[in-house]
């Protein structure tokens, strides 16, 4: 009979806290400065909850080949199912495959493509006002921008005017059930109670216009494929809402960290700006042509991964690099830790719009997306709008940091980003 192995390592934290002060800052650092201190399967305390954190080449694989078999997604993302009927996330097999086939046809980048004209009307009239403001708060002007964008593009109309209550609701649900910052008792605040029943008014309001009204022009959007699918009213609703909530923040994250990219390298800004200035009209189509834009994109989506992990369940134990991971256990796998190794990205401090990704990605070592059958269904539409947003910026905006010098402080509330106090102003270029 072989020994049991032992159970993975502990990261040394601080008495109560464990290891939250760093897991709610920079947590990509804390995952690579973990990987290289203490090896590529560690424990970690964040006040009352324990991960077990998987990192490295081997720990992507895993999750890649065997994260259906061996994982539930239930405990980290069952709140978003029961308080808002989102099911895709917990879901696993055949039925999970057919809604994401369902809801990936209704979230596909071509919707942008649609409706382009619209999605820039509103980005400008968005950005022209960050022009009129003495400093824009670059994470808060980048969700409301996001939630706009993403709206118009899968049902047709922007949220704006629901915006605060859609963030505030859904910020709690995943504060209280994946981050676990406050006790579930909290989701039945009066408060909290109410701007979870304006949502879902929202979404079967949204829904019941759209059957009423039939199908628009051009390719079926999200609302026509969630009233098309054979699934019950409360699951219809949460695929409606994936569309104003899902990817908000971490859209809104990517565009932060882009600002604050373009403004510590001006060369890189200069590039970009040089060749959105050449490429003429900016159409759905053009956005392909613009190879600095896609590289500004995937590197900060390298560098500052604004989803850095995939948090999980083990159904069953199982051995990985050594130790022992019982059943029950709750999983990170930190899909991101590549990203920051000489060994899969040379010379990983550096910023480089050149990259070339290609075998980092088909080794499932580029993964701000995740890997495997969780992999995120808005990839597609976040790079092409990652690209026409950076675009419209540089053509429209003139930037700089309101506070110059002052260093990026990330922070992870609820996902990594550069956080609240991250200002910039803005003048019309052509001022
Ligand atoms: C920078 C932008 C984004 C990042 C970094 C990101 C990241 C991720 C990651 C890491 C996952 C996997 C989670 C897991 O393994 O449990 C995921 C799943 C998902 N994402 Fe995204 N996402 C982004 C934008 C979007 C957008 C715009 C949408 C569109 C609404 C979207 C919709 C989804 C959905 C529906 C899933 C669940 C897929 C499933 O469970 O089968 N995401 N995303």
Redesign the pocket.
Known sequence: MTAALPPPPAVPGVPVLGNALRMMGDVQQFFVDAYRDVGPVFRVRALNQSFVIMAGAAANRLLLERGEALFT?EES?GGLDREFGMR??VLRGRP?REL?RI?GAG?SRDLLAARWEQVTAETERMLDGWARRPAVAVVDGCQRLAAAQ?SIAYTGASSAARFETLRSAFELVLDVTIAGKWPAATLRWPAYRRARAEIHRFARAALAERAAAGPGEGPPDLLDRALAAPYPPDVQAGMAL??YF??VN??AY?YSFMLDVLLRNPEVLARVTAEVDAAGPLTFDRLRALPALHGLVMET?RVY???PG??RTALEPFDFEGHRIEAGQRVLVATCVPHQLPEHFPDPQRFDIDRDFAAARRASLYA???VG???????G??QVLAVATVALLVRRLRLAPATPGRPLRITATPGPNPGRRFTISATPRAA
């Open positions: 997604s993302f895709v996330h999970h994401r809801l979230l993403l994936q569309g899902a990817g971490t859209v990517l989506l991964p604004p989803a995939s948090a701000p997306f995740s059958g969780h992999t995120c269904l808005g990839a539409m976040t």
